[in-house]
Antibody
Framework: QVQLVESGGGVVQPGRSLRLSCAAS????????MHWVRQAPGKGLEWVAV????????YYADSVKGRFTISRDNSKNTLYLQMNSLRAEDTAVYYC????????????WGQGTLVTVSS | DIQMTQSPSSLSASVGDRVTITCRAS??????LAWFQQKPGKAPKSLIY???SLQSGVPSKFSGSGSGTDFTLTISSLQPEDFATYFC?????????FGQGTKVQIK
């Protein structure tokens, strides 16, 4: 069965960096586009970034462009989100999610990892 | 960016009620519309994609319709496990955008 397991969250000071990981299993990871979506405490869902199945295309929300980098290692079935210059407004649960097809909707989501940016 | 507006923001309903949630896009998105259900402390669960196609394993009491800018999610007979927050999302254009959510509460 499809499993997505995020890790790497925690408490970090403003301006510092953090790298999130999403370990995938139960499907052919190298054939699926992958997303990061976040949810601030008590708020709605905000799409963060996508990377195509082969890493050839990446797109970002304006709110993270230039600070966050999405990447993947298909040999390790793992998705990453490098987050630099973190701000208080980046505090959220971060979910990874799988594309059903290229530029398609997401079907499976991980359980999320909490990132708290605070001094 | 395409703005997605859901209504209502919240509703109270009884077990067995038929419930309809609407989602409006700020510009046409064809049928590139998905619906998700989220329960407190849990990840979103995909219900519907392509405006009206049910995800595998999702009960047929859920249905979706619409195209262009106006979409609806209907729950035909509300059950206790359906009390949750529902989000629409457009995947026509990056950045993908979500509606603000509709919280379905017990009356």
């Amino acid at each position: 069965q499809v499993q997505l397991v995020e890790s790497g969250g925690g408490v970090v000071q403003p301006g510092r960096s953090l790298r999130l990981s999403c370990a995938a299993s139960g499907f052919t990871f190298s054939s699926s586009g992958m997303h990061w979506v976040r949810q601030a405490p008590g708020k709605g869902l905000e799409w963060v970034a996508v990377i195509w199945y082969d890493g050839s295309n990446k797109y970002y929300a304006d709110s993270v462009k230039g600070r966050f980098t999405i990447s993947r290692d298909n040999s390790k079935n793992t998705l990453y989100l490098q987050m630099n210059s973190l701000r208080a407004e980046d505090t959220a649960v971060y979910y990874c999610a799988r594309d059903m097809w290229v530029r398609g909707p997401s079907d499976y989501w991980g359980q999320g990892t909490l990132v708290t940016v605070s001094s | 960016d395409i703005q997605m507006t859901q209504s209502p923001s919240s509703l109270s309903a009884s077990v067995g009620d038929r419930v309809t949630i609407t989602c409006r896009a700020s510009q046409g998105i064809s049928n590139y519309l998905a619906w998700f259900q989220q329960k407190p402390g849990k990840a979103p669960k995909s219900l519907i994609y392509a405006a009206s196609s049910l995800q595998s394993g999702v009960p047929s009491k859920f249905s979706g319709s619409g195209s262009g800018t106006d979409f609806t999610l209907t729950i035909s007979s509300l059950q206790p496990e359906d009390f949750a927050t529902y989000f629409c999302q457009q995947y026509n254009t990056y950045p993908w955008t979500f509606g603000q959510g509709t919280k379905v509460q017990i009356k």
